[in-house]
């Protein structure tokens, strides 16, 4: 009888584990668990430790990442560029961070160096987009939220997944959205997303306006271009080319638009063309990526 009885109740202590995996970080030990999965899936608890494990790095290595000063002061606040590539380098060199992550908050900084931070001095207030840890998505936070709470998956078999963190921070419900990315066997944060406001648009939001100049051209008296970059799920564009002159003519074109650091890059039926983010709005790129000249500057005239 005391034997059926130890085996029931051995039973009855597995079924209870059964939904239910712990994967220990440091000295925690935190509950994780996948909407698509087993809670022992390898790949849930690898990203369980690269998410709380790069919080527990940050927390290590945050004064250092903010004495590399990567924003130069006057009046207008522009990039240190040698700095930033530095800066990146560390996160980098974390191992928990993946190269998508580091071009869109390069393309985000960027785009605010060409537009918010033309007025402002960093010497003299917090700039428009630094005014908060983008690790954080705030201003202040509780780092046990960040390397305790259970982290929740979905894409389990694949190579690209969403995450959150969700848990009690300061005694309040949060939860944290992640991307993240599996490469050459090792997953990565490719994305932290912050519910940021009107006031700290993404890169891509901040970009999405419309562009107007008239470029030059061999064989006619200037083409009036317009392009229009859309903030829509799959980055459209339009881009319309008045040819003046004696043989007018209106070519309108379409396609899909990306940015990766400072460059945005066209992709249409007729092949792709690529234009560099500045403080006026896009220069277009000869094919090879060299720079041209401001002639083939095209004006930030308005966001969608």
């Given at each position: ?7 029931f109740l051995a039973g009855l202590t597995l079924f209870s584990c059964k939904n239910t995996t712990t994967t220990e970080a440091g000295a925690a030990t935190e ?9 022992n899936d390898p790949d849930l608890l690898a990203i369980t430790d690269v998410i709380h494990g790069f919080y527990k790095w940050y927390e290590t290595n945050a ?48 785009n605010l160096e060409a537009t918010a931070w033309k007025n402002e001095n960093v010497n003299e207030e917090p700039l428009t987009g630094l005014d908060y840890d ?171």
């Amino acid at each position: 009888m005391k034997y059926q009885l130890f085996i029931f109740l051995a039973g009855l202590t597995l079924f209870s584990c059964k939904n239910t995996t712990t994967t220990e970080a440091g000295a925690a030990t935190e509950e994780v668990s996948a909407e698509n999965g087993s809670d022992n899936d390898p790949d849930l608890l690898a990203i369980t430790d690269v998410i709380h494990g790069f919080y527990k790095w940050y927390e290590t290595n945050a004064n250092a990442l903010a004495n590399i000063n990567y924003v130069k002061g006057g009046k207008s606040s522009t990039l240190d560029n040698a700095k930033l590539d530095a800066y990146y380098a560390s996160l980098k060199q974390s191992g928990f961070i993946s190269q998508a992550y580091i071009d869109e908050d390069r393309a985000y900084l960027k785009n605010l160096e060409a537009t918010a931070w033309k007025n402002e001095n960093v010497n003299e207030e917090p700039l428009t987009g630094l005014d908060y840890d983008r690790f954080f998505c705030a201003q202040d936070y509780e780092i046990a939220f960040w390397t305790t709470a259970p982290v929740y998956v979905d894409g389990l078999g694949t190579d690209k997944v969403k995450a959150n963190l969700t848990g009690l921070e300061g005694g309040s419900e949060r939860t944290q959205n992640f991307e993240l990315v599996k490469e050459n066997g090792k997953w990565l944060i490719s994305k932290i997303i912050c519910d940021e406001g009107d006031d700290a648009q993404s890169a891509v939001e901040q970009l999405a306006a419309f562009y107007t100049g008239t470029l030059p051209c061999k064989d006619c008296d200037g083409i009036a271009t317009v392009l229009t970059l859309n903030a829509d799920e799959k980055r459209t564009y339009t881009l319309e080319e008045e040819y003046k002159g004696k043989k007018p003519k209106t070519v309108e074109s379409n396609g899909t638009w990306t940015v990766e650091g400072d460059m945005v890059t066209l992709t249409g039926k007729s092949g792709s063309s690529k234009y560099q983010v500045t403080a006026e709005g896009l220069i277009g790129l000869n094919a090879d990526g060299s720079k041209r000249d401001s002639k083939y500057l095209l004006k930030k005239t308005q966001g969608e």
